[in-house]
T-cell receptor
């Protein structure tokens, strides 16, 4: 595996379900990010982790809960989501935070019924 | 005023055309400018990275930054059907290290 991988690629869940998105980077980077991409909107930064420590929470509702057990893995735990949370969730990594090139995974297409 | 403005298109051109994609921005602290390409059902991939003003060329792609006008452009020469994708501009700088993205422009190159 190379680059940034995300699983699952597609997820359909009910509003009462609990699910998790997984991201893994094989680039030796120290910073990881979660973004939300909705139709007709710019990419929205959700969370930033640097050396496993959360450095940014962009006013994300608590129904989204990130976890970064090490610099290579990032999770997004989901519970009691709303239909408007349906979107493409993208993970990215970079060598460090700052003006550094970010490499994106393929995303998880989430549909909340 | 939005921090980054990008016309979402869609933009449709014939094969071989020169394509011009643009973004304007309002934050004068931005000094790092990027263009990402996103194919359908894929994540964005970095296409061009420039610092401050000036031009940068890579094959058929040229990125241009005009900081005085707060305007950036991506030119694609001899466009190919494989260039059909959404192109996202992104920028950062100053005390804000976070990337601020445009909405993306959907480009279709017709054979």
């Amino acid at each position: 595996e190379t680059g940034v991988t995300q699983t699952p690629r597609h997820l359909v869940m009910g509003m009462t379900n609990k699910k998790s998105l997984k991201c893994e980077q094989h680039l030796g980077h120290n910073a990881m990010y979660w973004y939300k991409q909705s139709a007709k909107k710019p990419l929205e930064l959700m969370f930033v982790y640097n050396f496993k420590e959360q450095t940014e929470n962009n006013s994300v509702p608590s129904r989204f809960s990130p976890e970064c057990p090490n610099s290579s893995h990032l999770f997004l735990h989901l519970h009691t989501l709303q239909p408007e949370d349906s979107a493409l969730y993208l993970c990215a990594s970079s060598q460090k935070t700052g003006a550094d090139t970010q490499y994106f995974g393929p995303g998880t297409r989430l549909t909340v019924l | 005023q939005k921090e980054v403005e990008q016309d979402p298109g869609p933009l449709s051109v014939p094969e071989g055309a020169i394509v011009s994609l643009n973004c304007t921005y309002s934050n004068s602290a931005f000094q790092y400018f990027m263009w990402y390409r996103q194919y359908s059902r894929k994540g964005p991939e970095l296409l061009m990275y420039t610092y401050s003003s000036g031009n940068k060329e890579d094959g058929r792609f040229t990125a241009q930054v005009d900081k005085s006008s707060k305007y950036i452009s991506l030119f694609i020469r001899d466009s190919q059907p494989s260039d059909s994708a959404t192109y996202l501009c992104a920028m950062s700088g100053g005390s804000n290290y976070k990337l601020t993205f445009g909405k993306g422009t959907l480009l279709t190159v017709n054979p």
